[in-house]
């Protein structure tokens, strides 16, 4: 089986651990739910110690009054396995589930995602709780989904995982003298003779001021797909535990967007459908949450997920912990169905009592009131959701224009040596994935083996490694008249970060019709000038010296030794009238902007309302099963927006219909949401 | 026996080391003591290694000329027991003596303060010595007091600490139930089943980013309040060695003023009298002084401390050394006095040679001179002291406002996540303390435990735990006509700093009629508007949204989507026209400035002097036992200051006579002592 | 034998891997060699897992191949002995091979420079191959000088190492009184009894935040002294090895300027000749190479170095990597022979495919082209240092000005608890360095134990100690006429940093006719004032007081409560109008430079071109063995400069003659070097 929960609408509700109070706050809680419109509840997530307390103990007394109540109450539960912090005696039974640090520490039992993933014991009882779990409940009424361990994440470097590596690697290369090659180890004396010199890499073998400062790349590259891996093999041991007893409920685990740590690339293959928990940062603008569900929808070709985790007010983890302002719940809320959501879903629907969460916004707080703002605006939420009912359910984004994502990238651009530190791959790939949908245009973000066919733009930015057939996957975009742009940094290793023996930009050098001589990089404070059209922009931190081999000059350097020549390239390519575009350095947004547009303008991918992007206006198409097209305007200012409808189409929030050519006002911060006829 | 050492006047002297030294050198020593009115010695602070240099050697020979001098010279000796640091063999014959740190890491021999409070060997090695040292000079002439250890801080995390942990908690909790309980520890699958289970809380078990970030507040509490026990058990064990030689001399250890890692409200009743160390930061106002001394003043009920330790001229510790200025050092002795410390020492009367703290100031430096700014300055101290002679020993201060300190919220506080990181302890309760002294009151610092019955108003500011009866006890305050003041932050927990499940401030919210609804946090730079009276005032880092349950509103927020809310309230409360204020948010100086004098004015507690605060002239009251009524009036500006007598009185330090109404001049950085008649 | 290597020519080349490479790539590396004037190949630095893929084997046929051709192509090797990084066998089959770290962390195998210095398997397989290396290629014609190791570095804090230290301890002190005595370890209990108690100073015994904040600078210090001598044993023993089969040839080993660890002073005896890696940082002044070039050159006695390394465009291990813009290599290049450089080398000749310094600047980059900018002006620079021939080889500089450069001094003032964490020894060293060349002088940069009989001006700033006869030699140069100048801070401590029982400046004091009473630190915004002649300069940091005893004010505080008193003085001392100057503050640049040049211009040494300095022009002469005499004219800005030519001589690069006073055009970072007639 795989796909997504039925369910008849939106989901609304969220975490929910009932096993820490007494039953009478049971009550208060259904009928608080009862209120705000919530029916899902994602249960058992930090229940191991409760299911099991001992070795040879299971209690699934409490877990079994939890899915009961729900149940009588009507409301499905997202059943967790529990497995994602050890308990107690666990790891004091077994001290090697414990992990190992980056710096080579052993730990005690603590916190939680705290197991080995290579630790036969863990491996053996999370399992064996996943399988007792799925037993007992794969039939229960209330059951709508599994839920396995929770945000994965995190390494060991203890000698069981180094052991589990080796074998990884042997597996991968096959010889030492390939794994040699690949790594490039002659350079300063480390050609391997046996697999089991190879260390993990850690700050105590070739790590020096942290996790991205490596001595080889390579190996660092493989210890984090192969973390990946690890991690991966615990989640498929629970899910086959899951499934064989219950074959038919879809299984996911809750992702946490663009988190470094783990490829989830070589996840989504497994899971039935992809979830995840939204917290942006403080400062965030609201592109970077886009960008995070857009990534999340491409896990699955485009598949609706699930917003598995939001705060409905504050979260707690970080220096400052601002407030929702009143309205952002719910436009952020919107947003996520926007870009594919198919449940909303808050950490946390009761607030813990103690331990270091206490502080975590909820939806019910520790008084327990129905009158406090958050409660208010998460009860009006709930009454919007069902009212959009399942319209937008199992709804797709028709996007043509794709933006490559590539874990192997980013890891490889952050740990190295040169040229600039200061390069961080998710501001580039934001810079871009900003300007794309500031000009209105669908984004569907995409690993690096996507299926491309369906594109007209391939946004490839610091696209550091390239890999397998990618260079002719995209070239083919532009032998059928697609634009493919590239920038600065991209192109410049091999799947093990290898050098290409050639010109800059290596395979993609064709295509863009240029060779890189050299590469500037200049601290943060340094801004350069870029002529770009009539407009002059700033650029910083890494200026490539470009030489066109056939490429167009569209942006000219002003300033320093290199003034005059190429900052932007465009390379006619192919018989169709493809085109390859360059950007030799990190452009400020006015000029990516530019370069985007012009990108865009070409196969008539700006939006309608891009015009109204800059004044905070998003928008966001997706077609319904039944063809339905729907439109999400979004205003993210605090001040009215007045836009000119472009279609004519119906409000599904307040059921106004705009005429084509009609004036359509959004509050601040407000929602519509165009059924287009 | 308990109380002070009984002297004819200010003891005055300090940290004497003259093992170091050839006795050639011991003569200059005396000599120039002579000249600078120096009649007290610290002896013996860290001789271990020469009064032990091995498992089954002493050699007092040392030890007993440096006494024997000291009385031949008429010089009393605050005689230490010498167990701060550890000789270099016992740490070789017992490795487990040697601290293991918060991460982890089993230290080798080094540094001082460098035991393991749990350590069998050297519990048993310092009673020993400091019993044999007790023994040996219990009734030498010299023999003034008795110095236990030094500076007692610092925790270890190794295996003896946590099973004396396991231990600890055992005795407090008597249940594994009921220390799940109070942990929380449902959350995150942390149920205990067997004591064993509990780890320590470190960088390898519950902390991420330091001592601050933990997983379960419950657990961190517990290890800071062992931690304190244990270090606390060390000084006791000492402690009763000596008193089984010497049941009369009283007994004290030096503190460190407002030092986080240990509650010494939990050591006061053990210490005879109470002694600190004072070493204000670099740019610090002079009233974070005056709040340590009034803290140290507090913990033994308004008894006289002793100033054990300020430099002459400069610390070596910090990144920047300054000088104290000409004047500074005489001015912060007086202000000391002013607070209630009956004796003025010094560390170090010769500077060391050699070791890290050789460029700590010294009465007397390298060179031997007598000539220097500083020595000239020491010694007209001397002299000034010697003329005040016995007049102000054993006075109290008659202050009627008193500010809860409280170790366990300080720490709570500071190891939340969330709302906010940038909320200092210290800096919201010098905020208060500093206004009120501003306007002129004297102010007793004291535990939550203390008896309130002697304070007109009780400041309670960021008093995040609320334990005990505390509740009852403050609304006690107000039910007699009195004034509570709390503010943001506080009655978040109790004293497992679990959530009161009721609305905030929990039990405080009687009191002060008022629920919090939600708590907005912003970063350092974001300033918010408050109206106060007739004032505009700025507030900052946390911003409580209030809803008034009776209380009226004295300050109202002029910014955010809160504006016009409450930003200040005040709620009578019982009968005979008591009050309880809350600020809701970190108000600037002038904000706390008017809620306080405020405050202040309804009981007629600002002072005569208050105007001249603000101008940096500070006053303090002691009342001796006789009752001659004492007025410390301190110039802490660089500039002339120009008063008019409050009320006829007779300068002490001149014998100059003012009347009441008189102009007072007092010069920059000058000092005035006031017999009042 | 001792000396430079004799060669036709300043040697041109570099570092070259040609074992990571298929010998087709060979093939176009001696090609582009040849197009590029490079003649001088490092080879074999990081060789050793491919020459002993085994304990018991040894495998020699790629490097016979690479010496070989080098051979063949007319083309010389400098070659290594190839022990600077681990083969993994070696540290998987000796595990205490790898180092421990100041943390107390044994590592795994991982990156260079990661041997144990002490390890008996470390030295026994090192020196077992470097002398199999040396059997081998002793007589090999393309063998022209013998590169042990690679920048030796770091330290080890190993059980091994402590023992080792232990007995270096012995040897230094014979008896632990005397040890006990220099460590002055009667403070904080540490009198050792046994020398087994003694640890190396780590993070885990002495220190806390870090290599710089100890307890014990004399324990630090020593253990900095051993590391030093630790590292030279291996040196010793690898040169031993080669020198039994191959006792002509000179050998060297590759310095790092500037670099903290390790004091050359104690290694330069050992070296035929010394060599250097020139790596200046992102924002240096040119001075701060041209420092490091003098201190090189001052470790033979002014014998001519060779500069071993040097990127040709950018380096890779920096945060920010800024390409050399045009012309700055050939400037950089021949400042290093302007200062005493016999061979100008790269790291590295071909880019390295993978692993961390992949990015680093290559002669030849991944695409092999010879069309790079970087080639372009590789190879003019390698046909201008052909023409130049083998003019300046063996040169040497007529200095009569010394500036005293003393690892002893830097250690111990940068880890000194007090007055200033922020005084930094580089920083103020190259303050007088600075004012020194901008002046016109010409500066030798040596050791306290230099002969000073050559010098009228000694420089002396911040030598925090004053060992041995250093203080009745710098009385002798004032004796004979010459003048000595120091500054605050300096003659502090002795030789184990152990106060001096006199007035500060110690030693010194005679010659400066001051003392210092005290002294004030300030952080490092504040500026304090100083009138200096005619002119007012500002002051950081550090304020001495100071009482002349003698000495003449020559510069004056402004500002403080010390306005009024000494900021610079003279000293008239001796018979023959010497003078010791003390400058009791860190002035800025203008203060230093006012200073100085009225110390030089007494002795008349400023130079021709003085006034040029302050737009960017240095000069720096060398004179030839056969007496020539060379004076280069640098011009460090981007904009043209134009002299009067001071003297009568031709442009060796050039060929054009400048009559004395004609006019003389320096091109934008442009060289003349002046033959003088």
């Not at 000059?553 to 390859?580: H, K, M, W």
């Amino acid at each position: 089986m795989s796909g997504l929960p039925e369910t008849p609408k939106i989901p609304y509700g969220g975490d929910y651990n009932p096993e820490q109070w007494p039953e009478e706050v049971w009550d208060a809680d259904h009928r608080l739910f009862g209120r705000a419109g919530i029916d899902t509840l994602t249960v058992g997530v930090f229940a191991w110690s409760l299911l099991q307390p001992a070795p040879d103990t299971y209690d699934f007394t409490v877990l079994d009054r939890i899915l009961d109540r729900a149940a009588a109450e009507g409301r499905r539960v997202v059943l967790a396995t529990g497995t994602a912090a050890l308990p107690p005696w666990l790891a004091r039974a077994h001290p090697e589930v414990n992990r190992t640090d980056f710096e080579g520490r052993r730990h005690g039992y603590g916190q939680r995602h705290n197991f080995c993933p290579s630790s036969p014991a863990y491996r053996r009882l999370s399992t064996a709780l996943a399988g007792r779990i799925a037993r007992r409940y794969a039939d229960h009424p209330a059951l709508l989904a599994w839920h396995i361990n929770n945000e994965y994440g995190g390494a060991c470097y203890c000698t069981l995982c180094a052991d589990a590596f080796r074998g990884w690697l042997r597996e991968r290369y096959g010889s030492l003298d390939a794994l040699n090659d690949a790594w490039w180890s002659t350079f300063w004396s480390h050609r391997y003779t046996e697999w089991a010199e190879i260390e993990p890499p850690s700050a105590l073998t070739e790590h020096w001021r942290g996790p991205d400062h490596t001595a080889f790349q390579g190996l660092t590259l493989d210890y984090r797909r192969f973390t990946t891996d690890a991690l991966l093999g615990c989640f498929l041991a629970e899910k086959e535990a899951v499934r064989e007893h219950s074959p038919h409920t879809p299984v996911t685990t809750n992702f946490m967007g663009m988190f470094r740590p783990l490829d989830y690339h070589r996840w989504a293959p497994h899971l039935d459908f992809a979830s995840w928990d939204s917290y942006p940062p403080l400062d965030a603008p609201p592109t970077r949450s886009a960008l995070a569900h857009d990534l999340m929808r491409g896990l699955k070709d485009g598949a609706p997920f699930w917003l598995m985790e939001q705060t409905p007010s504050t979260t707690a983890c970080r220096d400052v912990n601002p407030l929702r302002r009143p309205g952002e719940l719910r436009l952020a809320s919107w947003q996520a169905v926007a870009h594919g959501a198919d449940a909303v879903l808050y950490f946390q629907l009761r607030a813990s009592r103690g331990a270091c969460e206490k502080y975590h916004g909820a939806v019910i707080g520790h008084a327990g009131r129905d009158d406090t703002r958050v409660f208010r605006e998460v009860a009006e939420l709930g009454r919007e959701l069902a009212e959009a009912g399942a319209l937008s359910l199992g709804a797709r984004t028709p996007a043509r224009t794709a933006l490559l994502f590539d874990w192997d990238s980013w890891w490889a651009l952050e740990m190295s040596d040169g040229p600039s530190r200061l390069v961080k791959y998710l501001d580039v790939v934001h810079d871009y994935y900003r300007a794309a949908r500031a000009a209105g245009a669908d984004v569907d973000v995409v690993p690096v083996t996507a299926d491309l066919d369906p594109y007209d733009v391939v946004l490839a930015p610091v696209l550091h490694l390239v890999k397998g057939d990618l260079a002719a996957r995209l070239e083919a975009v532009a032998e059928r008249g697609g634009t493919v742009l590239t920038t600065f940094l991209s192109a410049r290793g091999d799947e093990h970060d290898r050098a290409f023996l050639a010109d800059v930009p290596g395979p993609l050098g064709p295509l863009m019709g240029v060779r890189v001589d050299e590469w500037d990089s200049r601290p943060a404070g340094v801004t350069g000038r870029v002529r770009l059209g009539a407009d002059e922009v700033a650029a910083r931190l890494v200026f490539e010296i470009v030489v066109p081999v056939g490429a167009e000059q569209v942006g000219t350097y002003l300033s320093d030794f290199y003034a005059g020549t190429p900052a932007v390239t465009r390379n006619r390519f192919g018989e169709r009238g493809g085109e390859g575009w360059y950007v030799a350095t990190r452009l400020d947004d006015a000029g990516t902007d530019e370069v985007v547009r012009r990108v865009l303008a070409r196969h008539g991918l700006t939006g309608p309302y891009a015009d109204a992007a800059a004044a905070g206006v998003e928008t966001s198409a997706r077609v319904t099963p039944d063809g339905t097209r729907l439109l999400f305007l979004l205003n993210h200012a605090g001040t009215e927006a007045t836009l000119t409808a472009h279609a004519t189409g119906t409000d599904v929030l307040t059921g106004k219909r705009y005429e084509k050519g009609e004036p359509l006002v959004l509050d601040p911060l407000g929602v519509v949401l165009l059924r287009l006829e």
